[in-house]
């Protein structure tokens, strides 16, 4: 297969049964690119949206691991598993009998900042090693707990030990350990059993595709579901710089903003091409802060633009 450069990404409905990195080189394959990366890992157990990013896209993953998300997440109570979720082992049983006032109330002690304290089960690394490895050979350390802050926090349902939630919340909350420490609130242990990410960075699962669905297209069909980098970036705003500004941007070096700015932006060149994302102090200087390959096409350019200053 030859592989091309492919500048795009794509919002990605992942199924469950699969790591984000499998659904990841599935997406790469069928659209041949010679590179590609993911905006923010989703477990085997759970489905939902994945941003998938080719090429120049990939230098713009922060921007949505950085950004809330949204999940819809079932949880059984009563159960409580080595890992947080069904795919752990069963180490302790308990009776339930919640009523939805008592669940009521336990939800609102997880709303707003809370400290929480990441699972065993996860990537996080300690001294260079992932706590899941040290979990896997039955090894628990202490992890420091982590602010995090849980905006929407909804009961959608709940019959018996079953619990639908829905959950807005900022990067790095771990919906497991929500489950876990709900349970332990409530005295009765809990596990997840479904986990969906519905939404991330402004962006909804209705409009992801599903891998199944991409495979069955041809290839021009196939190609529409791919969005430009502006879309990604739609939440900046723009700035739009002369062509010697353009240069010295793309030189790495800071420029005039033109207006009155704070924080990061969207940067185009006089041609209204996207060259990359700057940072506003609010002081009229913008500096670069992630370049597009593109920007050094104006290189070239530099000394006749700089002569003309």
């Not at 990067?171 to 242990?189: E, H, N, P, Q, V």
């Not at 041809?218 to 430009?228: K, T, Y």
């Not at 390959?293 to 104006?298: F, P, R, V």
């Amino acid at each position: 297969m030859i592989r091309r450069r492919l500048d795009a990404w794509l919002l990605l409905d992942k199924p469950s049964g699969i790591t984000s990195n499998a659904a990841l080189q599935r997406a790469k394959r069928l659209y041949r690119a010679r590179k590609a990366g993911h905006a923010g890992t989703l477990d085997p157990l759970a489905s939902g949206l994945l941003p998938v990013l080719f090429g120049e896209a990939t230098k713009f993953s922060g921007l949505l691991l950085d950004s809330d998300k949204e999940y819809l997440a079932e949880l059984c109570l009563g159960v409580s598993t080595t890992t947080g979720d069904a795919e752990g082992e069963v180490v302790a049983r308990c009776p339930v009998a919640v009523e939805d006032e008592q669940l009521q109330r336990a939800l609102t002690r997880f709303r707003g900042a809370i400290d929480q304290v990441p699972p065993m089960y996860s990537a996080l690394k300690v001294s260079g090693r992932a706590l899941y490895e040290l979990a896997r050979q039955g090894t628990e350390v202490e992890r420091a707990p982590r602010r995090v802050v849980i905006s929407v926090l909804e009961l959608q349902a709940h019959r018996g030990d079953r619990v639908s939630l829905r959950v807005r919340c900022s990067k790095g909350t771990y919906i497991r350990s929500l489950a876990m420490d709900l349970g332990a609130l409530l005295g009765t242990g809990a596990h997840l059993t479904a986990l969906r990410r519905t939404g991330a960075g402004g962006f909804s699962i209705g409009d992801a595709v599903s891998l199944d669905a991409l495979e069955a297209l041809d290839e021009p069909s196939r190609e529409r579901w791919l969005l430009p980098l502006e879309r990604l970036l739609q939440g900046l705003p723009r700035v739009d710089l002369d062509a010697a500004a353009a240069v010295r941007f793309a030189q790495g070096r800071t420029v005039a903003a033109g207006g009155a700015l704070t924080g990061r932006c969207q940067v185009f060149d006089h041609a209204s091409r996207l060259i990359g994302v700057g940072e506003s102090d609010g002081c009229d200087e913008l500096r670069p802060v992630r370049l597009l390959t593109c920007a050094g096409d104006l290189l070239p350019a530099a000394a006749k633009a700089e002569k003309t200053l």
